[in-house]
């Protein structure tokens, strides 16, 4: 069952119980005033005939008494059907009656002369079904002695009838206030509830589909606004949920990319391990003998020549082999104070030995709002010296690089360096592969993929971050995040862990 029938049926019935209530207290009410009225009009109708009777004898002026009674009765009286009954002595009904109205031959009878000597008697008389008002008024003369009575009959079925119209007022009435108060209930439930409770409705089944950002107005309704209230608390905390587990989520799948690419550097290096000491000694065995067979070649023979390229090659493959041992057995970092401004310019002036004179200059400009922090000198000057060789490479008709420092933190204890570059950047889909070791995008013979893959190792040594800004469209930029003190930050970590 709908609210709104169930609140049109409770309410309806408690209307009812009452207009009975009140329609029973008002319809008594009226009926005791109608008697009131009805008694005092027979009264005085009876004592007023009864004292204009007493100055004649019954049986000598009928006539003149039949005037009398049609002048004092009043013929405009509607309030209710009369009959006027005249009585001598004796109790016999005398030939004189007055009608209003009222001519039943059953009224009409002879009385007992002893109700006319108690002084009167007023009486309701039931008669074929009807209901009439009688006042019997005995008439005396001035010296006392009983002539006869007046009688006065009143009808009550006009009362009946005004009661009647009133109960049928009631229950119009009824009836109107259930169809008005059924159309009220209706525009208020369907305003204040069924409205309100449809958008909640519609709203949990948002909520249930996915929009957790979903929230709802007040309706006005305080029972209601508390719902929805309820309602708005439980999408922001389903919301906040989402994106914790979204967090957890996001740091799970990082960890396990993080296990994957460390099993894969473990991999690594215990392959070039082993490539380095199975390659070794047959290299240096072959760059020997070149180097000898050099040694005993004139320098303008077209063999010489030959054997130079051999050994640049194997000092070539020897190199790559060293850097791949460094990866599998690397040193331990040694922190000190360190100056970014002269590790940057040695970097730079490194690399620029390799550029080629007749290429387009290359500009260095440094801002670094923090010059000195603790690192290990050596890797970061290799990681400059990595990055900056990439710029080098990626801008042959030149360009410029721009490095910065900052402090952040709540105690300053992170720094930033951010790492520019005008070359062509690095292309989208290759922003989550440029840290993969034996990554790279030059041509066979001129790269081993392995400079940013050290950069990260270098970073990660430090115990900080680094990060390529894919947004950048001015060429490459990277964000290293470094401590201010690796050390401790090392050892808090540890003891972390520990703990």
């Known amino acids: 069952m709908k609210i709104t029938t169930r609140l049109f049926l409770y309410i309806s019935a408690l209307i009812l119980l009452t207009s009975v209530g009140l329609g ?13 009225e009805a008694r005092m009009m027979a009264r005085t109708l009876a004592r007023t005939l009864a004292a204009t009777f007493k100055y004649y004898h019954m049986e000598e002026q009928q006539k003149r008494l039949g005037e009398i009674i049609h002048a004092v009765m009043p013929h405009d009286v509607d309030i209710n059907s009369l009959l ?30 002893a109700l006319f000597l108690r002084g009167g008697r007023e009486e309701i008389m039931r008669q074929g079904g009807h209901e009439y008002l009688s006042v019997i008024v005995p008439i005396v003369n001035s010296g006392g002695d009983l002539q006869g009575a007046v009688e006065i009959l009143f009808s009550l079925e006009s009362i009946d009838e005004t009661l009647t119209g009133i109960i049928r007022k009631f229950v119009v009435f009824d009836l109107l206030t259930a169809a008005l108060l059924g ?49 708005n608390r439980m999408a922001r905390n389903l919301e906040k949920q989402n994106r914790h587990r979204e967090k957890l989520f996001a740091e799970k799948i990082d960890l396990e990319r993080g296990l994957r690419h460390r099993d894969k550097l473990a991999s690594i290096g215990q392959l070039a391990s082993g490539l380095a000491h199975e390659i070794g000694t047959p290299l240096n065995v072959i760059s020997g003998r070149a180097e000898h067979l050099l040694r005993k070649t004139d320098k303008d023979s077209p063999n010489a020549e030959n054997l130079k390229i051999i050994i640049r090659q194997a000092d070539r493959i020897t190199r790559t082999m060293r850097q791949m041992l460094a990866f599998s057995r690397k040193s331990t970092a040694e922190f000190s104070a360190v100056d970014l401004v002269a590790i940057a310019h040695d970097a730079f002036s490194l690399c620029g030995l390799k550029q080629r004179k007749d290429h387009p200059p290359i500009e260095l400009s440094l801002d670094f709002a923090v010059e000195r922090l603790l690192a290990d000198e050596d890797g970061l000057r290799q990681l400059f010296v990595n990055l900056m060789l990439n710029s080098f490479q990626a801008m042959p008709g030149g360009g410029a690089i721009r490095i910065r ?69 001015q060429g490459a930029r990277f964000f290293i995040v470094l401590p201010r003190n690796p050390v401790s930050a090392g050892l808090e970590e540890s003891g972390q862990k520990n703990g």
């Open 183 to 231: 159309v009220l209930l209706y525009l208020v439930n369907r305003w204040s509830i069924t409205l309100p409770i449809a958008r909640l409705q519609d709203a949990s089944k948002k909520l249930g589909r996915g929009d957790l950002g979903l929230r709802l107005a007040r309706s006005g309704v305080r029972e209601l606004d508390d719902l929805i209230e309820e309602f």
């Open 24 to 36: 029973y207290i008002s319809v008594r009410d009226e009926r005791s005033h109608l008697m009131a």
């Open 405 to 473: 420092s900052e402090a952040r933190g709540e105690k300053d204890d992170e720094i930033i360096l951010t790492y520019e570059d005008t070359g062509p950047g690095i292309p989208d889909e290759l922003c989550d592969r440029i840290f993969d070791p034996f990554f790279t995008t030059k041509e066979v013979g001129k790269g081993t993929g392995l400079g940013l893959f050290m950069v990260a190792n270098i970073v990660q040594e430090h115990q900080g971050r680094i990060r390529l800004d894919c947004s950048y469209d």
């Open 84 to 113: 006027l009954n005249i009585y001598d002595r004796r109790g016999r009904l005398v030939q004189i009656a007055y009608e209003h109205g009222l001519n039943r031959e059953e009224l009409r009878r002879d009385r007992d002369p």
